[in-house]
C-alpha cells in the first residue's frame, strides 16, 4: 500500500523503533548480568552467564532487524498503523487502560462491572438490563470461583470493605 493520507505510522519507521527498543532491552540484560558474573566459576557457570549471552542474543538479532529494515524497507513507504486502525487501538486501550486504573481505586470487582457494563453499551451495544446481567453474573462467578475454591483473594476496594467482603 502506498503512501496514503491517513498513514500515522510506517512500516520502515515501526521497524527501527522496535529494532531499537529491542536492542535496548538486550543490553539491559546485558548491563545487569555483568552484576552476578558472566564468566565460569569454580561450580561451572556463573549466575549471570546465561542472562549475558541471551542479552547478545536480542541484541544481535535486533541489529538483524535494523539491518534488514534499511536494506528491505528503507525506500518503500509501506503503511504499518492508519489513522483509523490507530483510533480503533485506542478505543480497545482506553478502557482497559481506564479498568487497570480504577481496580487501584475501586478494588477488581467494582471495577470490573463498570468496565464490562461501559463496554457492553457503548462498544458492543448492549441494552442496559442485559450488560447488567453479565456483569453481575461475571461478579458472582469470579467471587466464587477465586475467594472461595481457590482460596485466592482478589483486589478489594471500599464497597467490599463497607459490606465487609473479605
Keep these: 500500500m502506498q503512501n496514503p493520507s491517513g498513514t500515522l505510522l510506517s512500516r520502515f519507521s515501526m521497524e527501527v523503533g522496535v529494532a531499537c527498543f529491542t536492542g535496548l532491552l538486550g543490553a539491559i540484560v546485558c548491563y545487569g548480568s555483568t552484576e552476578f558474573g558472566t564468566g565460569w566459576g569454580d561450580a ?8 549475558f549471552y ?12 535494523l539491518v534488514q529494515a534499511f536494506l528491505t524497507h528503507r525506500d518503500r513507504q509501506e503503511v504499518f498503523l492508519t489513522r483509523e486502525q490507530g483510533h480503533r487501538i485506542l ?3 482506553l478502557p482497559m ?6 481496580s487501584m481505586v475501586l ?4 471495577s470490573l462491572a463498570l468496565y464490562l457494563f461501559g463496554v457492553m453499551t457503548i ?3 448492549y441494552s442496559a438490563p442485559k450488560a447488567l446481567s453479565v456483569c453481575l453474573g461475571t461478579i458472582v462467578v469470579f467471587y466464587f470461583v477465586f475467594e ?19
Design 44 to 51: 561451572g557457570p556463573e549466575p549471570g552467564y546465561f542472562p
Design 123 to 125: 462498544q458492543g451495544k
Design 97 to 102: 487502560f481506564a479498568f487497570v486504573a480504577a
Design 107 to 110: 478494588g477488581l470487582y467494582v
Design 54 to 65: 541471551i542479552g547478545l542474543f536480542i541484541m544481535l538479532a535486533s541489529a538483524g532487524v
Design 148 to 166: 472461595k475454591w481457590f482460596q485466592v483473594p482478589l483486589l478489594k476496594g471500599p464497597l467490599e470493605a463497607w459490606l465487609k467482603i473479605y
Design 91 to 93: 478505543l480497545f486501550f
